[in-house]
């Protein structure tokens, strides 16, 4: 619904997503941090992710694959189920590999149902137990689905969207402000390639704290070219790749002795 027109703010439901426009594809993501120019980067990580159109449990889904992987390995793995009507989230499971341990989380929304398996501090693991329940709490827009579903909202509107968002670990939903603040061209590397773009902000869902994240989102794409956010006095660049990294033809398996 739209909110006060003098506000230049709407409120993003499912009814306004160009659901038309997501197409299945793999793309990744060099994802890593950095503080002011010349100063090095760290945590260096390639984010792929592979969305493709399915029947699941009889019903017509999105399934978005995610796998992000660094120099130790893979951190991150995510399969996360959307409906293909209007992009509820259906089912997830997650799984992250820190040093401080493993863990997979298992959720069913629609029944405010989640597990967790592995290692996980124990008041980290009871804020996320509570935040299970509020998941079947009406529509919800899928946080961890971002770089794939964020190009999808109405952002020809201009002026602030204003998206009822979730992703586990939340205590609850809540309603994160995306502003349309300009408009850029990139172009890539070959020289011809231009990307135009809507520049979006958002205050990272926490007003006030000063953190922020950016999207430079090709208009006629629809897709995600570039995001820079900046938290704690440092950036983290996500920058898409031309194309995926994937291996095409892969090692002999090794013999056995």
């Not at 029947?55 to 992987?69: K, N």
Request: proline share 5%.
């Amino acid at each position: 619904m739209l909110l006060a027109l003098g506000l230049a703010l709407a409120a993003v439901t499912a009814a306004d997503l160009h659901i038309d426009r997501l197409q299945p594809g793999t793309a990744t993501y060099l994802v890593y941090n950095h503080g002011p120019a010349g100063s090095g980067i760290s945590h260096a990580t390639l984010a792929t992710s592979k969305i493709t159109r399915k029947r699941i449990d009889g019903a017509d889904a999105w399934v978005i694959e995610q796998t992000w992987e660094n120099e130790a390995g893979i951190t991150h793995t995510a399969r996360t189920v959307h409906a293909a009507g209007d992009l509820a989230t259906l089912a997830q499971t997650s799984t992250w590999n820190r040093p401080t341990g493993s863990f997979t989380t298992t959720v069913v929304p629609a029944d405010g149902r989640g597990t967790i398996e592995g290692e996980l501090p124990a008041e980290r693991r009871m804020a996320m137990d509570s935040g299970f329940a509020t998941m079947k709490d009406g529509w919800w827009f899928n946080w961890h689905s971002d770089l794939a579903l964020l190009p999808l909202l109405p952002y020809e509107r201009g002026g602030t969207l204003r998206v009822h968002l979730f992703d586990v670990g939340m205590p609850a939903p809540m309603d994160v402000d995306y502003t349309v603040i300009g408009e850029r061209t990139l172009v890539g590397g070959d020289g011809g390639t231009r990307y135009d773009c809507w520049l979006v902000e958002t205050e990272s869902g926490m007003e006030g704290s000063g953190n922020y994240q950016r999207f430079w989102i090709d208009k006629q794409r629809r897709v995600v070219v570039k995001e820079e956010d900046v938290y704690n006095g440092q950036y983290r660049s996500k920058v898409l790749l031309s194309v995926p990294a994937m291996v095409e033809f892969p090692l002999p398996a090794t013999a056995s002795p």
